[in-house]
């Protein structure tokens, strides 16, 4: 099976020689875990080796993800404007109908600019559009949380699921999509999305003796062998360092 590095230090020991190309990989983790960093770090790794990459943000606009970044000096505008990275903003599935947005022109004056709602068809239509016009081969999804919100029957979010990685998959691109750990590791709450990718990375942390470590855990990677162990990871300037060899406790 084709591999390609993720681009995390230490973690392509983990799979064995990376994840297998042309996946769905699924990357959970609680708030502060790194979820955004890995995703972010899974591209800069391909456009290092000459991979073009999108992220789909549906948390946070692009903008204030880039902000929120510039501490691993990663120059991800410079990345953008050279095509090696390429940004979609559907922040705004996290308000279903149309939205107004106002423009100041003056203090006695303003135009306001309705713009149609975002669909899940509609995100579907215009990532597999940029991922052939702009010879994509990598893509997160930063988080699919925000998507499912707006199915709360389960019967209909599991239809949209389906739908949105058929979309993912028929692109060809080896794919990244973040999902949030809702309950603790021992008594979670196995999600959807997590039967659906061919892949499952969890990001934990834990508390042992008073100090918090993080752990990376690769439950589930379909086709190649790799380590399930608990294994430390931390962030540094560089991104997420993993730590192959180590044990957590």
């Known amino acids: 099976m084709d591999r390609i590095l993720t681009g995390v230090k230490g973690l392509d020991d983990v799979l064995n020689g990376g994840l297998p190309k042309g996946r769905i990989i699924l990357v959970v983790g609680s708030p502060g875990s790194g979820k955004t960093t890995f995703a972010m770090q899974f591209l800069v790794g391909g456009a290092k080796t000459g991979e073009a990459g999108l992220y789909v943000s549906l948390d946070e606009k692009p903008e204030r993800v880039k902000e929120n970044l510039e501490s691993f000096n990663w120059n991800l505008d410079a990345l953008e404007h050279e095509g090696k990275i390429t940004f979609i903003d559907g922040t705004q599935l996290r308000r279903p109908g149309q939205r107004i947005i106002q423009d100041r022109i003056d203090a006695e004056s303003s135009v306001s600019l309705v713009l ?27 988080p699919i949380t925000s998507l499912m919100l707006r199915y709360p029957e389960e019967a209909k979010r599991r239809k949209a699921m389906l739908l949105f990685f058929d979309a993912l998959e028929s692109t060809g691109c080896s794919c990244i999509v973040t999902s949030e750990l809702r309950t603790s590791m021992l008594d979670r709450d196995f999600q959807l999305e997590e039967y659906l990718s061919q892949g ?20 589930k990677m379909r086709g190649i062998s790799h380590d399930p162990q608990l294994r430390p990871y931390q962030i540094t300037q560089s991104g997420i360092d993993v730590y192959p060899k180590d044990k957590v406790y």
């Open 116 to 142: 149609p709602e975002l669909t899940l068809g509609v995100l579907a239509r215009t990532i597999r559009r940029v991922a052939a016009e702009e010879n994509i081969q990598r893509i997160t999804i930063d």
């Open 200 to 219: 499952v990375i969890l990001l934990h942390t834990l508390i042992h003796d008073g100090n918090v470590i993080r752990a990376v855990q690769v439950e």
